[in-house]
C-alpha cells in the first residue's frame, strides 16, 4: 500500500530484478507498455506519443467491463533511465488528477523504482489513495515486475506487493509464526491449521484449510531460506490427508510445485513492503498457462489475506 504521510504526496517505492535498461524501456516502448499499463484486466491503446520533455502521449485504457478512459499524459521532465515528470488523468479540457515523478535507480543489476504522486491538497491525496486500493491501481506495478522478469529471463512469474504499518520484524514473524500465520493467509471464507509446522530450513509444514461449502483441502510446505527478517523461500504443494501429492481439485491443470520468495524492506520506522514472488517449477506448458490465466484471481486471494493481516497488525 502507498505510504500514509499527512502530505498532499503519495509514494510508491518498487524493486525489480531486471537493470534499469530494461524497466525503462518497458516504460518507454509503446508495445512494452501495452503489456503492463493499468490494473490487472485492463488494455492499453496508444493514439500518439512523444517522449520527450515537453511531449505528450494520448492513450486509452480499455477496463474489463468495456469502459474506456482516454487519458493525455504531459511530459514535464525526460531524462533518459533516470527520471520522468509528467502530469495524469487529464484530457482536452479536462485538467490533470496529479503529478507524477519517477526516478529509476539501477543498484546491483536491480532496479529500485521511486514514484511520488502529488495532489492539489492532503485531503484529495487520502480519497485518491482509498481510490486507487479500490480500483486495484498498485497492480500495475506488480504487472510490471511480471512483464520485465519475462522479458528478461522468460520466466512466468506471479507478483504482488504491499506495504504495512509494522515493523520489519513484526512482519517476519507473521509470515513465519505457525500461529500468526494461520491468521490470516486463508483466502477469505477459509480457515486453516497445522497439522505439523517446522518453519525452519530444510523443515516442512503439513496444513489443512477448510471452506464452509466444501471438504478440506491440504497443502505442503518446504522451507528452504530463512533470512530473518527480509527473506522467506518455501516451496508449496497440494496433497491429501496422507501428505501424497495431487492437482488442487479446482484446476483440471496447475503446477505441481511453486516456489514463493518473500522479501521484506523497511520503508520507514514502522512501515514495511512485502513483495511475493510465485513460480511454478518444472511445470508442463498447460499448467503455466493455466497459471498465467488465473493472475487476476490471485491478485484477488492475496488482496483478501492482505486486509485480514492489516486487520491483525492493527
Not at 18 to 25: C, D, M, T, Y
Amino acid at each position: 500500500m502507498a505510504s500514509k504521510s499527512k502530505s498532499n504526496v503519495i509514494s510508491i517505492t518498487r524493486v525489480y530484478d531486471a537493470p534499469v535498461i530494461a524497466v525503462w524501456e518497458a516504460w518507454t516502448v509503446p508495445e512494452e507498455v501495452a503489456q503492463w499499463w493499468g490494473p490487472r484486466g485492463f488494455t492499453l491503446t496508444t493514439h500518439s506519443r512523444d517522449l520527450r520533455t515537453g511531449g505528450h502521449w494520448h492513450y486509452t485504457m480499455h477496463g474489463p467491463d468495456g469502459t474506456d478512459y482516454e487519458n493525455t499524459t504531459q511530459y514535464l521532465d525526460v531524462l533518459p533511465m533516470q527520471r520522468m515528470v509528467y502530469d495524469h488523468g487529464g484530457h482536452k479540457d479536462r485538467p490533470p488528477l496529479f503529478r507524477v515523478t519517477a526516478l529509476f535507480t539501477e543498484r546491483e543489476g536491480r532496479t529500485q523504482l521511486d514514484m511520488s504522486m502529488a495532489f492539489a491538497t492532503p485531503e484529495i491525496a487520502v480519497e485518491m489513495s482509498g481510490f486507487i486500493r479500490k480500483a486495484g491501481g498498485e497492480s500495475t506495478w506488480d504487472r510490471l515486475a511480471e512483464h520485465v522478469e519475462k522479458r528478461t529471463t522468460g520466466k512466468e512469474l506471479f507478483v504482488i506487493a504491499r506495504s504495512f504499518e509494522a515493523s520489519i520484524d513484526r512482519i517476519y514473524n507473521m509470515w513465519t509464526k505457525p500461529e500468526h500465520l494461520a491468521q490470516w493467509l486463508p483466502p477469505t471464507g477459509a480457515t486453516m491449521r497445522f497439522l505439523r509446522a517446522e518453519p525452519k530450513i530444510g523443515g516442512s509444514s503439513f496444513y489443512e484449510m477448510r471452506f464452509t461449502d466444501g471438504e478440506p483441502m491440504y497443502g505442503l510446505i518446504q522451507y528452504l531460506q530463512l533470512d530473518a527478517p527480509s527473506r522467506i523461500v518455501y516451496t508449496q504443494q497440494f496433497c491429501d490427508a496422507n501428505e501424497r501429492v495431487i492437482r488442487p481439485p479446482f484446476f483440471k491443470n496447475w503446477p505441481l510445485l511453486m516456489r514463493s520468495t518473500v522479501e521484506l524492506a523497511s520503508e520507514a520506522q514502522e512501515t514495511t513492503r512485502v513483495t511475493i514472488r510465485w513460480e511454478p517449477i518444472d511445470a508442463m506448458p498447460e499448467d503455466i498457462a493455466e497459471f498465467v490465466n488465473q493472475r487476476t484471481s490471485m491478485t484477488g486471494g492475496w488482496t483478501g489475506s492482505f486486509e485480514k493481516l492489516e486487520t491483525l497488525l492493527s
